[in-house]
């Protein structure tokens, strides 16, 4: 069965770094484009960022774009979301998903950003 989890979110200030992971398995990953999606306290999910399959292209959603960067190592199934200048507002539960959904498939992570 499909797979997807989570890891890398914690505790960092204003302006700080994170780097997610999420390992991948049960389906062919490589065939499969991939997404970030998050879920900030008492809101909806939003859909983060996603790459192709073959890592050729990567899409942002305007409240990330020029501090998110989306990659992927299909020899590792993982797919990785590497956030710089984090803001208050990125405070959230962090998933991964297939395609470019915003539906979540495993556990998340969280990731707070607070001073």
């Known amino acids: 069965q499909v797979q997807l989890v989570e890891s890398g979110g914690g505790l960092a200030q204003p302006g700080g770094s994170l780097r997610l992971s999420c390992a991948a398995s049960?389906?062919?990953?490589?065939?499969?484009?991939m997404s970030w999606a998050r879920q900030a306290p008492g809101k909806g999910l939003e859909w983060v960022s996603g790459?192709?399959?073959?890592?050729?292209?990567?899409y942002y959603a305007d409240s990330v774009k020029g501090r998110f960067t989306i990659s992927r190592d299909n020899a590792k199934n993982t797919v990785y979301l590497q956030m710089n200048s984090l803001k208050t507002e990125d405070t959230a539960l962090y998933y991964c998903?297939?395609?470019?959904?915003?539906?979540?498939w495993g556990q998340g992570t969280q990731v707070t950003v607070s001073s």
């Open positions: 998903t297939k395609g470019f959904t915003a539906t979540p």
């Open positions: 049960g389906f062919t990953f490589s065939s499969y484009a």
């Open positions: 790459i192709l399959s073959d890592g050729s292209d990567t």
